[in-house]
């Protein structure tokens, strides 16, 4: 669905004369409980992107790659882009997690090619929710500079973009932005203020029953409140819950 024309309300019109379009006020769950459960309980928001955040090696490709397998069992059409490793690679991951849906996937670092690859896949698809996962942010470059360097500003363009196609297309966006290992988001806090809600995977480091556990979080959230923090195991096969407990 576009959206840009419906978009379009004139400057000072009254607030409660805007009518809101239905697929806006509906979320779409991705099959997930512990996604669902800790992003509110209904799942995501079309036209709304997600920045998700994540220790090294705690986890954020696999999760990534169950989410798009459960979006394409529950009805909606994925795009898996990633730009972090090579497409043998994250197949090689998903035939090990046993993945059984599918899933479209890409591995362009170019934003500017990504958006019109995914612009394509919602056209031919209509009535279709589309979600666009993004492996991961620090790797795209708009094109901006001939020299290919990649800079905080660099991150900030192409996350923008990313929001501006979601918002035209009614479409989900999932976007991996990588943490350092002091937990530090990369690139500028500016990333945070930009999305509607901000995931977070962590390790358990207390000394509990729950150490090394997997720590799903939402730290943010526009749409819905932050729902329950998940406890998880994560084998071969993927994550297993263990414990929740309230966000409140």
Known sequence: MNLRNITEIPFGTDILDIEVPDILTRKFKTGLSYVDGAIGGEGFTPSAVTLFTGEPGAGKTT?????????????????????????????????RLKLKN?????NTDD????LEKSRAVIEANPG??????????????????SSGVKTSGTAIRCLEMITDFCKEHAAIGIVINQVNKQGKM??????????DAHMH???????????????LEVQKNRFGGCGHIYFLTLGRRGFRQVAK???N
């Open 186 to 195: 990369a690139g500028s806090n500016k990333l945070k203020h930009m999305v």
């Open 63 to 95: 999760m990534m790659l169950k989410i798009a397998d459960s979006i394409t069992k529950e009805g909606g059409i994925c795009l898996f882009n990633t730009a972090e490793e090579s497409l043998y690679q994250t197949s090689m991951t998903a035939k």
């Open 128 to 145: 279709k929710q589309f979600v666009l996962i993004v492996d991961s942010l620090q790797c795209l470059d708009d094109g901006k500079y």
């Open 102 to 106: 599918g899933f479209m996937c890409g």
């Open 111 to 114: 934003v500017n090619e990504l």
């Open 245 to 247: 407990v309230s966000a």
């Open 201 to 215: 995977l962590s390790v358990e480091k207390k000394e509990t029953d729950l150490i090394g556990c997997r720590v």
